[in-house]
């Protein structure tokens, strides 16, 4: 059985940075696809970092030269290192793993079938 439970939310300002962390069980991180998604309150959930088994990582739009998603393999972990966040980074963050896929990972929240209960993440201005 797969399980994934995340921490690192919180409050922080505007310019701020966190680091939110997915403790994985029942799968190894560094052999699948992983991912990191947000949800908004009445929006949709959308695409924050997904990575392949090789490393290679795709980012949300807004994303994209703020956030990093790292693998730690010794402890089956996955880490996404946000800075400069901003108001609209107010979120539920959640941790995904695809565990029928290590490449051609999916880019949408529908191709994940394990997910953790989240962590909000809160900036303010």
């Known amino acids: 059985q797969v399980q994934l439970v995340e921490s690192g939310g919180g409050s922080v300002q505007a310019g701020g940075s966190l680091r939110l962390s997915c403790v994985v069980s029942?799968?190894?991180?560094?052999?699948?696809?992983v991912a990191w998604f947000r949800q908004a309150p009445g929006k949709e959930r959308e695409k924050v970092a997904i990575?392949?088994?090789?490393?290679?990582?795709w980012y949300g739009d807004s994303m994209m030269g703020r956030f990093t998603l790292s693998k730690d393999g010794s402890k089956n972990t996955v880490h996404l290192q946000m800075k400069s966040l901003k108001p609209e980074d107010t979120a539920m963050y959640y941790c995904?793993?695809?565990?029928?896929?290590?490449?051609?990972?999916?880019?949408?929240?529908?191709?994940?079938?394990?997910w953790g209960r989240g962590t909000q993440v809160t900036v303010s201005s």
């Open positions: 995904a793993v695809d565990s029928r896929h290590e490449i051609h990972c999916s880019l949408g929240h529908l191709g994940y079938n394990d």
């Open positions: 990575s392949d088994r090789y490393g290679t990582t």
């Open positions: 029942g799968i190894t991180v560094l052999n699948v696809c």
